[in-house]
């Protein structure tokens, strides 16, 4: 707990000392130029900032900037020390965590015992020397003046002020919150009514703005933060401030021709001066001569200057009493799990000092040797099972230790693991643009001699080699097959230089999807069906739709589509083939194997619709961008008709997207019977309507009424929506023809 608190005020120093500087050059800068009450608000607010133990993130903030360039800077160590192409998206699983040696925490208690020392010794300083100024202050006497008495009429507060008179004092002062007193020397000029009005409104200023309250509150910060000798200049301006900004009210009440009066009263209350009156407003300091100088400058401040102050104000407290904000690469955040701190903890503990330098055998053992028992197995099987962990596994640097570290290299089958991923090229014309796919597995060959930091080196080395592919390639190259082909093997050759040692072996199986033709318009490419295209892959294998249906378990419609869609998703990345024979199956509508009714709609529905939601998610996370809605091509067949020769025909082609609110709510079965009944529907709709209604109906008639179905098919957890601009409907009636 002692090194929680010691830390927190500590980085609550920190930023306020910076914070604290930015005020301190401003002030140097527009002291003379921006209203005084100015400087106070950002004191106030500096005050703020070194006494809550939290703020608001924000994208503002300097240290947004500062953790950014940090945080570049240990990704460029990273990847000079692999010899790691720098790109966007680098996962964090290579950053050793910052963890302190066992032998700091005595150290952090040391300090702790001299902190909380510092700052016991310092108030008991400043309350000690308050009762001793109270004690003399109850000797004050009342004062019975007839200008002092009017004044006090003329200038009521709910709060009773109350205007004494002491000889322990030498000049005039401000003390008390609820019952705020006046305190004036007793060798007081009373006839010099002028001077009197200015001391009196001065004070009066004080008390209505609690001055008391805001100095009792730089007085708790700087107890708190007394070893930070920015906090002591923080006390020290803002007292004059304290002292300026009333100065400037007061000028403004008696109006410019009063600054030279003031000026001489100031000069004659120098004379005297009081010693240190904690949490008391007093009239006289030692900055006289800022004072008078403030006083003399001062102007009638323009709607400018209001402007500009609020603007800087704005604009400090935006970068300085703010936080960094959350990066989706940097936050430690897990997000959307029901798991505690103690369980994160847990896994954290696998984390060990130097894990990155340790041999994979060394580190397997002392894992294994922690999670020996039924409670730690069951907790990291929990941890590899939950959704939003693994959607936070390239973002999140827990989470990425737990699946590309502990997972891959503890599991049954750690010898050999799979890792998948794209890449897309960013053509906004192009209806099709390049992708790269691709899965490499990595094999050890030596787990005592290679260290857990050269293999999650050489899985980012490839990962982010393959990534690189398309960046530099001109429009004409992505389209051109062959030259990609080459240019991709090239790219595994230097790879396989690089990474391929006597301790890790790596191979990589991959499809390229060329960019499309300009000529080609994205409706045009779109009606292309699937019979027309050249078939990439060979069938399907009993083998790959047994290994499928193996997901076709009892349950599977009740159960969530994100649990559904990761089993899904490392059933596709244990053999990226099989996946792509099936799916070319899938779209062809040609299976080779004997499937029963359900099997055929487990297939071609429910398998079809999560794997085009786990490109989806894929995509995003290696992109960076949201998750983009899936959506699907529909052709029927077309409608014909002949009459004397001479024919008409239709034909219609739709394409439909859908939006899921939550996937972790939504059903499996849901999913599919709304989409599986809206295509249906729609199919229905095409057949039965007879070919000489359908050659009186416009496109817009038909897209409205696809429109109607998918929203009788849409509700609160999915959203189905026609894409108008991908939808055709043809027509020709040669019938009429002489």
Not at 204 to 225: E, F, G, N, P, S
Not at 460 to 488: P, R, V
Request: aromatic share 12%.
């Amino acid at each position: 707990m002692d090194m929680k608190l010691f830390d927190s005020v500590l980085q609550m120093s920190i930023s306020g000392a910076a914070f604290i500087m930015a005020v301190v050059l401003i002030r140097v800068a527009a002291i003379h130029k921006l209203p005084k009450k100015t400087f106070l608000i950002l004191w106030e607010l500096v005050m703020v900032r070194l006494l809550i133990p939290f703020s608001i993130p924000s994208m503002f903030s300097v240290y947004t900037l500062v953790t950014h360039n940090l945080s570049s800077a240990a990704l460029l160590e990273i990847e000079t020390q692999h010899n790691i192409p720098a790109i966007q998206g680098l996962s964090v699983a290579t950053q050793k965590a910052t963890k302190p040696p066992a032998d700091l925490s005595s150290s952090v208690s040391m300090w702790f015992i001299v902190w909380c020392t510092g700052m016991i010794l310092l108030a008991l300083f400043f309350v000690l020397s308050y009762l001793r100024c109270l004690i003399e202050f109850r000797t004050a006497l009342p004062v019975h003046d007839h200008a002092v008495e009017m004044w006090l009429e003329k200038h009521p507060l709910k709060r009773p002020v109350l205007v004494r008179q002491s000889d322990r004092i030498f000049a005039p002062l401000t003390y008390g919150i609820f019952r705020p007193v006046i305190l004036m020397p007793k060798k007081t000029d009373w006839k010099n009514e002028t001077q009197l009005h200015y001391v009196l409104s001065h004070e009066y200023v004080h008390i209505c703005r609690y001055d008391t309250v805001a100095k009792l509150i730089a007085t708790l910060a700087l107890c708190i933060h007394w070893f930070n000798p920015f906090v002591w200049l923080m006390y020290l301006l803002f007292n004059r401030d304290l002292e300026l900004a009333c100065d400037e009210s007061v000028i403004r009440q008696f109006g410019e021709g009063s600054k030279s009066a003031y000026s001489r009263m100031l000069i004659d209350m120098e004379a005297a001066k009081s010693g240190l009156l904690p949490f008391c407003n007093s009239f006289s300091k030692n900055v006289i001569e800022e004072r008078i100088t403030a006083v003399m400058k001062m102007r009638k401040t323009s709607l400018f200057a209001f402007c500009i102050a609020a603007v800087l104000i704005a604009g400090v407290t935006a970068a300085f009493a703010t936080s960094a904000a959350d990066s989706s690469k940097e936050s430690n955040t897990i997000h959307n799990t029901d798991f505690t701190d103690e369980e994160f903890d847990q896994l954290l503990a696998l984390q060990f000092d130097g894990y990155e330098d340790m041999s994979v055998s060394e580190f397997q053992n002392k894992v294994w040797k922690l999670t020996d028992t039924k409670e730690y197995r069951n907790l990291l099987e929990r941890f590899s099972q939950n959704t939003a962990l693994y959607e936070q596994k390239d973002s999140n640097e827990t989470a990425s230790f737990l699946f590309y570290t502990i997972e891959p290299l503890t599991a049954e089958r750690w010898q050999t693991r799979d890792f998948g991923g794209y890449v897309t090229a960013d053509h906004p014309g192009a209806s099709d643009n390049a992708m790269l796919e691709f899965v490499f597995s990595l094999t050890i060959q030596n787990a005592d001699t290679l260290t857990v930091g050269a293999y999650n080196a050489a899985r980012l080395g490839i990962s982010n080699g393959l990534k690189t592919l398309l960046q530099d390639k001109t429009e004409e190259q992505l389209q051109s097959n062959a030259f990609m082909q080459e240019a991709i093997q090239e790219k595994i050759d230097q790879l396989n230089a690089q990474w391929n040692t006597d301790r890790l072996q790596f191979s990589v199986d991959y499809s390229y999807r060329p960019l499309s033709k300009p000529d080609a318009g994205t409706e045009e490419r779109e009606k292309i069906p699937p019979e027309q295209e050249s078939r990439e892959y060979p069938d399907g294998t009993q083998e790959d739709y047994r290994s499928l249906l193996n997901l076709k378990t009892t349950d599977y419609r009740s159960r969530s589509v994100a649990d559904f869609n990761m089993d899904l998703l490392e059933w596709a990345n244990e053999d990226y083939e099989r996946m792509e024979r099936i799916n070319r199956d899938i779209a062809w509508q040609d299976f080779s194997v004997n499937l029963n009714s359900d099997e055929l709609s487990f297939v071609a529905l429910t398998a079809w619709l999560s794997g085009v939601e786990n490109a989806k998610y894929v995509q995003s996370n290696y992109t960076g961008r949201q998750e983009e809605d899936p959506g699907h091509n529909r052709y029927l067949p077309s409608k014909t008709t002949e009459e004397n020769g001479y024919g008409a025909w239709c034909d219609l082609f739709y394409q439909f997207s859908y939006h899921i609110a939550d996937k972790q709510t939504l059903t499996v079965g849901e999913r599919d019977d709304r989409i599986g009944n809206m295509m249906n529907e729609i199919q229905d709709f095409w057949n039965r309507t007879d070919i000489e209604e359908m050659l009186s109906m416009t496109e817009d008639d038909i897209v409205s009424r696809l429109k109607a179905i998918a929203a009788e098919y849409s509700n609160a957890d999915i959203t189905i929506t026609i894409l108008e601009d991908f939808t055709g409907f043809e027509k020709m009636d040669e019938r009429n023809r002489l």
